[in-house]
């Protein structure tokens, strides 16, 4: 298999793949037939036939029963440097890697399974395989015994970061300690003043590690344009212990806030910073927070809200998962709409001054549409300077990249609202 053939295999491979992690195709459905998918894409029903067949490996999908799709997919990002390997190689080697709870990312490999693809016997040995990957140094596909891993992929050996150092960094919130992580800006120089951009993490259980940026969203970039971002850990993120996990339960947006302000101003206050141009952006639950902050404060001086949520009354009746809402808020949206109400952007908007762009995808379950769409009407009516812009066949994370271009200009409209704005 060429490089060029191997390239379109994996195309095809994200592209179906997607259908599944947005809804288009649930467990059981059967998988669109070869020619269906190969007119779709442009690309020939041998490609599509490869595509089918690493899936199948990755158990994705099965095509030993009529081909229908099967539960579990696996994060996109990982996905291009394992077939990398994979495909280019015309074999299989790892079985399946991807993020776990979203907070690290390694799967312990299943044995049978790798039996089942035929992997040689050292292959077998592995007990885990994980990417590697830190803010100066770009993803790689590592495996082997534990405590003994070898590098398995070098695909990305030719990068190096066009933004400057990252440290760790730790603050005082409400008497306890925080942590986040502070990217400096491009040829960072002492004597300028520089704008910054917070970054909250999804979740709302998950947290901001030290890692390569990504394809979709990647916010580390923002260095490179000259900003200081910062990714803080406030209550609610893993890494500190469960009690402090569980610091945000019945307290959606009020302790998880000031941990990230207080953040903002340990950085502002020790470095060159323009407090007069600092702004705020997230995606999932740090959409949220972005929709929860600028009914809060005025300190930002522009929002960018990727797949936000402004009303958790009507959001509990129009997403896909809704399970974990009652662990986080004690009970349903109609037993207690109290408490979901008090964390509910749209009811303090009032209180919003600051310009806000507004960015999801129209087939996103998670956190539907109309989420977005009410709180942009909201900023209009209230003539705040706001944007709306609404992606065609795109679900939470936007992962039809490769086929499309929502992801670019989703990008793009980022950075130009921001630079505009700060």
């Known amino acids: 298999m060429s490089i060029a053939e191997g390239g379109r295999v994996e195309v095809a491979i994200r592209a179906i793949n997607d259908r599944i992690r947005d809804g288009r195709l649930r467990v059981g459905d059967p998988i669109p037939s070869e020619a269906g998918i190969a007119d779709e894409l442009g690309v020939s029903r041998t490609v599509v036939r490869e595509a089918l067949r690493a899936l199948a490996a990755l158990g994705v999908v099965d095509l030993g029963n009529g081909r229908r799709a099967r539960v579990g997919t696996i994060d996109n990002d990982v996905l291009g440097l394992v077939l990398d390997h994979a495909v280019h190689t015309d074999q299989v080697s790892i079985q399946q890697i991807y993020d776990v709870r979203r907070t690290i990312e390694m799967r312990t490999v299943s044995l049978a399974a790798l039996r089942r693809l035929d992997v040689e016997a050292e292959t077998i040995a592995a007990h885990a395989a994980a990417m590697r990957k830190a803010f100066s140094t770009p993803p790689e596909v590592w495996a082997g015994a534990l405590g003994s891993w070898k590098q398995i992929t070098n695909r990305n050996s030719n990068q190096r970061p066009s933004w400057g150092e990252a440290k760790n960094i730790h603050w005082t919130s409400d008497g306890a300690r925080v942590q986040g992580w502070l990217v400096y800006p491009r040829d960072f120089d002492p004597n300028r003043r520089y704008p910054m951009v917070v970054v909250v993490h999804g979740g709302p259980a998950s947290l901001s590690q030290p890692r390569w940026p990504g394809s979709f969203f990647g916010t580390t970039l923002l260095a490179s344009q000259g900003y200081f971002v910062l990714y803080p850990n406030p209550r609610g993120s893993y890494g500190q212990g469960e009690d402090f996990t569980r610091g945000n339960v019945k307290d959606f947006g009020y302790g998880d806030l000031r941990d990230i302000l207080a953040g903002v101003d340990e950085a502002v206050h020790t470095l060159p910073i323009d407090d007069n141009r600092v702004g705020i952006t997230g995606w999932s639950y740090g959409g949220f927070m972005?929709?929860?902050?600028?009914?809060?404060?005025?300190?930002?001086?522009?929002?960018?809200?990727?797949?936000?949520?402004?009303?958790?009354?009507?959001?509990?009746?129009?997403?896909?998962?809704?399970?974990?809402?009652?662990?986080?808020?004690?009970?349903?949206?109609?037993?207690?709409?109290?408490?979901?109400?008090?964390?509910s952007p749209i009811n303090f908007i009032k209180k919003a001054k600051t310009p806000t762009l507004v960015v999801v995808g129209d087939r996103d379950g998670e956190c539907p549409a109309p989420q977005s769409y009410e709180f942009w009407h909201a900023l209009k009516t209230l003539k705040v300077p706001t944007e709306f812009v609404i992606y065609p066949n795109e679900g939470h994370g936007f992962a039809r990249e490769l086929t499309t271009d929502s992801a670019k200009q989703a990008w793009q409209r980022t950075t130009d609202f921001l630079k505009e704005n700060l």
């Not at 009354?313 to 979901?340: C, H, R």
């Open 290 to 343: 972005t929709m929860w902050a600028v009914t809060q404060t005025n300190r930002f001086g522009a929002a960018v809200a990727g797949a936000g949520l402004s009303n958790y009354l009507s959001y509990y009746g129009e997403n896909k998962i809704d399970q974990w809402m009652i662990p986080y808020f004690g009970a349903t949206a109609y037993d207690d709409p109290v408490v979901y109400a008090k964390s």
